[in-house]
């Protein structure tokens, strides 16, 4: 049984109260994201320091929305927002544009850690796939009710196991990689990554947009509140597969969780204001990256002592 600030009533939780939610949520989101945006413009207008060895910025348009960093590779990371996302081989130092995800607006990556060619995107405009590592990608929201994905999951143990919210729709699962899928919970929403824990596949977490850190114990049936993320409306968040129970989450800055989500620190020595990504490695769960959106495009920090130390990449 949830606690009371958790419990929904199915009989009040229909599809006419997720409509009545999801606008309210869309302008807030809007709203925050102008803000942070403004932020991180007035607090690194010139971008980080002109050091010789920093690279470029990639362009993903006037919101950062995700990170992903390779199971098997932690010097290979993507970004995503509003207009597209962008891969990187060098640890964020150079970049290239995603084919095939402009405009989709990446709220969420998953690769496939015993064959990382294999990679899903999830955003407004449906599920993706990549066969390349990234470089190219098409679109495919078969037996998905809608494309409107805000939340995307992978279990690690089991990389045929996927999970999508789609937008007034539900918590979907599929069993084979995407072909398929089955409603989970139609009430329950999520924006951003679907955490999936290592050591147990019912076992799933998620931030959510009032800050509230929340696992399921039974595949994303049912959802309690274990803590809260003192962050401004935190869309990423990352778990290191290789310390399951520690968390990382972003919304403003970056917070850390040791206790599986119980409690949070702020860190990011060396961080901007503004930060609304995070990514850790799972090869190398010391490495953690941030993001946050500059004047001319993504400026990506990098972590190699579990976040508290950090050094510009571009």
Sequence with gaps: MLPEEDKLNKKNRGKSSR???LPAAIVIFGIVGLAIGAVVLSVNPGGPPSDSDLGQRPYVGGDLHSIAVDPTNPEKVMVGGHDGGAVSED?????EPASGLEGADPMGWEINPEDPEKMYA?????????????KNWEQDSTGLPGTD????????SNPENLYAYVVDEGLYKSTDAGDSWELVDEDYGAMGPILVDPRDSKSL??????????KSEDGGESW????IIPGEMVMSSAQARKNPDTFYAAGGGVFKSTDRGETW???GDGLPEGVSVVGVSQSDPQV????????????????EDGGKSWQARN
Aim: hydrophobic share 35%; net charge positive.
């Design 19 to 21: 409509a009545s939610w």
């Design 91 to 95: 640890g964020g130092k150079t970049w």
């Design 122 to 134: 999830g955003g407004h405009s449906g599920l993706y796939r990549s066969e390349n590592g990234g």
């Design 149 to 156: 994905l805000h939340g995307l999951g992978m279990d690690p």
């Design 205 to 214: 977490y998620l931030a959510g947009m009032d800050g509230g850190f929340r």
């Design 224 to 227: 309690r509140k274990v803590g």
């Design 265 to 267: 620190k702020l860190i």
């Design 288 to 303: 953690v990256y941030a993001g946050a959106l500059g004047t001319d495009g993504v400026a990506l920090f990098r972590s």
